[in-house]
């Protein structure tokens, strides 16, 4: 890999040079939503769902599935499953039994959007804490990689951001360089190890909001707050 560049948010993306890279061919695109997008679909497709279809808005979601009989209509607003909607945005929502061999119409606050966003790269791949080694391995011959982070309503997302520094720790490893100040940013952010992931991602805000809604929701930040607990990367 040559070069690896950040998005810290999908609004950063308009007309940055960082985002046009994804009309590159030799681009591919690590979307990050630790909490809890990119988690729950790389749980998802692991246990056999044949696809992921993003979509903007709860509207275009029940459209989509209106066309492809048979989906699975995910997603949720503030953290709760949309009204109307088989399934929301927790990981333990979606066992084997449930979503082998369905696709999933998955609408969430954050996620899809940076999913539509990177929607012209060669590949996006699902990248979190939860598959951290996985998703640098299955971009590694890559030309160029471009790390889309979900954030928070479009706001900087301490759990994205650190996620982000420890891809980028990672690919400047395998000798690509920083394509742009956010990934140099990012890199300082890096956590030093499996605890220090673990308590950024349980102390950011994202992570306590969550934690407040109730104790299955404090399940997900947890399980979302394990490093390469998911030996697989997965591309949607």
Not at 67 to 92: I, K, M, T, W
Not at 108 to 126: C, F, P
Not at 130 to 139: D, P, Q
């Amino acid at each position: 890999m040559e070069s690896f560049a950040v998005l810290l948010t999908p609004r950063a993306a308009p007309g940055s040079p960082a985002a046009l890279r994804l009309a590159d061919p030799g681009t591919v695109a690590l979307i990050v939503d630790v909490l809890r997008a990119t988690t729950t679909l790389t749980v998802a497709l692991r246990n056999g769902a044949a696809g992921v279809i993003p979509a903007a808005t709860p509207e275009e979601g029940a459209a989509l599935g209106r066309q492809h009989p048979g989906a699975l209509l995910c997603g949720e607003r503030d953290g709760r499953v949309l009204p109307g909607y088989d399934l929301g945005n927790s990981p333990f929502e979606y066992a084997a039994e449930r979503v082998a061999g369905r696709t999933l119409v998955f609408v969430s606050t954050n996620g899809s959007q940076a999913l539509l966003l990177a929607r012209g790269a060669r590949e996006r791949v699902l990248a979190a804490f939860v598959n951290l080694s996985a998703a640098v391995e299955r971009v590694r011959g890559a030309r160029h990689a471009l790390i889309v982070c979900a954030g928070k309503l479009g706001r900087f997302a301490l759990e994205d951001a650190v996620c982000a520094g420890a891809l980028a720790s990672r690919l400047r490893a395998l000798g690509a360089r920083p394509g742009n100040a956010e990934a140099e940013l990012v890199e300082a952010l890096a956590p030093g190890d499996a605890a220090a992931a673990h308590a950024l991602v349980q102390g950011a805000s994202h992570g306590r909001y969550l934690r407040r809604l109730g104790p299955e929701f404090a399940r997900d930040v947890e399980f979302c707050a394990q490093l390469d607990s998911i030996p697989e990367a997965y591309a949607v």
